[in-house]
């Protein structure tokens, strides 16, 4: 196996190399096969070395791969168009981006300007964005203050100002938390970092309730939820489908594994003047070298089509229950339940009825079993193992991977 001898140390790698895809399956540097039920985390949504991925791109390729945002780009219209009306299905305009924390950057300063254009009433800007507990955002200076984990945050302080972190699905301590300083709230319809916790949808509700009470911005993060993961096209749609939020960030799976993202903004008038949001943003406020490029923009658009042409998001919720059925009906000591929607589960695991080492958590030792059986997952949290496998993934190699687990989890 190659060494990282000159390459940072920022991730805690699995001591295999990985070679090869197809499919639903991975293969190493010695030919080992794998089940992968974590599919880039959320980002492979269509299988690797799926055909119409891979001729969207190369054909792309071979016409024009970047021009920079100076120019007009014809494939960023096309999927926007198609973002706004197949998947999102509200009005409004798109930025696109490269990551899912550049969307949530994206995101955190639209609502800032907001609050300069809407200020309190003593009139100074509002600025604050209220997030919670087990939430994550991202990794760049905005992103990670958003998110609401200490862990993500050691020694970068001092963080960005502006956030307020208070328990997720609580709306009593919410409503205590909003100050005259509050300009939006930002959220996950499934905290897929946080231990795969899916939002209530009276809380989701009440949120936008209050949003409208205190002309506040509903922020809905999507980077992991998005793009049919939930068994609907946006997970939200999957909790509260006649929610209408102001905001909202998106990646991972947009992009079928090509580096892909991208932010709505609503057209929905916000003074009596009749202004859009999404106007606020004018030349200059925001921009990106590589957002939206012609051939990112391309391989999206093949990806996105596929999902709505194969309804991939009713897929996906058909397969998640398969998947919360079989594992909850296997009555393991070591599993508590299995949380989530559509293909975004989180299997919660009881940490007395396995033999975890010292030094480690449930999730990581179930996690490392399951890769050296041949199963490749991803922990959310300590006690929760997360299975995300590609919308695509064919109804027996789903139980396969269930099968692995199975195994796993008894001799655990």
Excluded at 75 to 86: G, K, S, Y
Excluded at 148 to 160: H, I, N, R, S, T
Excluded at 348 to 355: G, I, M, W
Aim: overall charge neutral; glycine content about 10%; aromatic content about 6%.
């Amino acid at each position: 196996m190659a060494t990282q001898e000159h390459v940072l140390g920022t991730y805690g790698r699995a001591p295999i190399e990985i070679v090869r895809g197809e499919g639903s399956y991975l293969y190493d540097g010695t030919g080992k096969r794998y089940v992968d039920f974590c599919s880039g985390i959320a980002t492979v949504s269509l299988g690797h070395a799926n055909p119409v991925v891979t001729r969207a791109l190369t054909q792309q390729a071979e016409k024009l791969m970047h021009c920079s945002n100076l120019y007009t780009i014809p494939q960023q219209e096309e999927l926007a168009e198609l973002i706004v009306r197949e998947v999102v299905q509200l009005d409004g305009q798109i930025f696109f981006c490269n990551s899912g924390a550049e969307a949530n950057d994206g995101i955190i300063k639209v609502a800032r300007r907001f609050g300069h254009r809407h200020p309190a009433s003593d009139g100074t800007p509002r600025y604050e964005v209220i997030t919670f507990l087990k939430s994550f955002h991202g990794r760049t200076l905005g992103s990670m203050a958003a998110t609401g984990q200490k862990k993500v945050q050691v020694e970068f302080d001092p963080l960005l100002v502006g956030f307020k972190y208070v328990e997720f699905n609580d709306i009593e301590a919410l409503r205590v938390a909003v100050s005259k300083e509050t300009c939006g709230i930002l959220l996950e319809a499934v905290q897929g970092e946080g231990g795969v916790n899916p939002v209530q949808p009276e809380f989701l509700w009440a949120v936008a309730q209050l949003c409208k009470e205190r002309d506040l911005l509903l922020m809905m993060d999507e980077v992991q939820c998005g793009f049919a993961r939930c068994g609907k096209m946006m997970g939200w749609q999957a909790i509260c489908p006649d929610l209408k939020p102001d905001l909202i960030s998106c990646a991972k799976g947009m992009g079928g594994g090509f580096p892909m993202g991208c932010f709505w903004v609503s057209r929905r008038s916000i003074d009596e003047k009749g202004t859009s949001l999404c106007s606020i943003m004018d030349p200059g406020s925001h921009g990106s070298t590589f957002g939206g490029t012609p051939l990112a923009c391309a391989v999206s658009l093949a990806v996105v089509r596929e999902m709505v042409k194969q309804r991939l998001d009713e897929r996906a919720a058909r397969l998640g229950e398969v998947i919360k059925t079989t594992v909850e009906g296997w009555r393991l000591p070591c599993v508590e339940t299995v949380r989530g929607l559509g293909l975004l589960r989180g299997v919660a695991l009881v940490s007395s009825a396995l033999k975890v080492p010292d030094g480690t958590t449930p999730a990581a030792y179930v996690n490392n079993l399951c890769r050296e059986a041949g199963l490749l997952a991803c922990p959310a949290g300590p006690d929760t193992l997360r299975l995300i496998p590609a919308l695509t993934v064919p109804d027996d190699v789903l139980q396969e991977g269930l099968d692995i687990l199975h195994k796993v989890l008894r001799n655990a």
